[in-house]
């Protein structure tokens, strides 16, 4: 499943990069028959797709993120059915703490799959102190599953429909129909790149070209004591104006310039404060967000604790028993998606926003069929 070299050294498809796109290139192509290589420098998926929430928001994208999510959720919930890895169609809730939260969420519920909620309601859903609060949502599509298991468990599934893993083996190269690695060169009748931020290692001028920088976030994973379980993924009003379908809305300015003058602090840290709980009982809480070319590696503690302090102001609960703090990467421009297909037979791909898992599956399914003229996949292949 994962060799480091193979005598079968061309493919229908080469793919580069293991993360979620890679990885729904490789899906794509599978389930139409062709032969498939994937390549990639480390010995699993250990980047971006494994180092977030785990939280699937499809409901709160908009324009070509909502269509890629739309695409995703049912190639998701396919492979969680096939592979065997955990998911559930919780939806996502928003806990609203001011009335410009509830009219940012008003807004977009005209739109559908939006469900408001009051107090009462949202209180037997999420364990939350009920001081401060003045109703919520429900994001009716959202998924959740675990990152950490969901992207091992797909890379098992693609391998039983016969996908070549090369992990631990460098790409130094491509061009047209052949690809130069650390293990010898693989021709190849179509290549997809999808290395996220690290375009820039592989072919700079596209990545130059895209305005691709690194954003780092900070997350941390908690052991908690909560009177129940959360019942999906939780935002809060600092979502709010991150996501495309509230971000644009007219109430949203207003929200916007009142959380950071009131938390110049948190604006700092350009936060996200969201929730997901995971099905051991830990609880995943960030994130901030830092863009560079080369984001510094030290997190800071200033984030860490703004991070416990507004979940312990949020739940109801004691204070959290943090096991675990990490740094996530993911790719970043101007535009939502790099797509480039400047060279024939290679299409280079990625989410350039912290949406990948999300719109990823989807993302990948509808550039490979419009760059090589694929037919649909066949209904019943998995």
């Known amino acids: 499943m994962t060799r480091a070299g193979s005598a079968t050294d061309s493919a229908d498809l080469v793919v580069v990069g293991s993360g979620i796109v890679g990885l729904g290139a490789a899906y794509a192509a599978a389930r139409r028959g062709l032969s498939v290589i994937v390549v990639d420098r480390a010995d699993a998926p250990v980047g971006a797709t494994i180092r977030n929430f785990g939280h699937l928001c499809i409901g709160a994208q908009s324009g070509d993120a909502r269509r890629y999510a739309d695409i995703s959720r049912e190639l998701w919930l396919r492979l969680a059915h096939d ?3 955990w998911i559930r169609e919780s939806g996502t809730l928003v806990a609203a703490r001011h009335d410009d939260e509830i009219a ?21 859903l999420a364990p939350l102190r009920a001081e ?25 599934h693609l391998a039983t429909l016969g996908v070549d893993f090369r992990f631990r083996t460098s790409v130094t190269s491509v061009a047209g129909g052949r690809i130069e690695t650390t293990r010898g060169p693989i021709t190849a009748g179509a290549v997809v790149v999808a290395v ?9 001028e596209i990545a130059e070209r895209a305005g691709v920088q690194r954003c780092a976030l900070d997350m941390m994973r908690a052991a908690v004591s909560l009177p129940h379980p959360l019942a999906a993924p939780l935002l809060t009003g600092w979502s709010l104006v991150r996501y495309g379908r509230f971000a644009g809305g007219s109430a949203t300015a207003a929200l916007r310039e ?30 901030s967000h830092a863009t560079a070319a080369s984001p510094a590696p030290f997190q800071p503690e200033a984030a860490f604790a703004a991070f416990l302090a507004e979940a312990e102001a949020l739940f109801d609960m004691p204070a959290p028993r943090v096991l675990e703090r990490w740094q996530g990467v993911y790719a970043k421009a101007s535009k939502d998606f790099l797509i ?23 993302l990948a399914e509808e550039n490979l069929t419009a760059a090589f003229g694929w037919a649909p996949a066949m209904e019943g292949t998995s």
């Open 196 to 204: 996220n931020h690290d375009i820039d290692q592989l072919l700079p």
């Open 340 to 362: 480039d297909t400047s060279d024939e037979g290679v299409l280079v791909v990625a989410a350039t926003t912290g949406i990948g898992m999300t719109t990823g599956l989807g």
């Open 104 to 124: 940012v969420l008003e807004q977009a519920s005209g739109d559908g799959g939006i469900r408001m909620l009051e107090t009462d309601e949202l209180l037997r």
């Open 83 to 85: 592979a065997g890895f």
């Open 258 to 287: 009142r959380l950071h003058s009131e938390r110049p602090d948190l604006a700092a840290l350009d936060l996200n404060q969201m929730y997901t709980q995971l099905p051991d009982g830990t609880l995943i809480i960030g994130d």
């Open 132 to 156: 401060g609060l003045v109703g919520g949502a429900h994001i009716e599509p959202d998924l959740q599953t675990d990152p950490r298991t969901a992207a091992a468990a797909i890379v098992r």
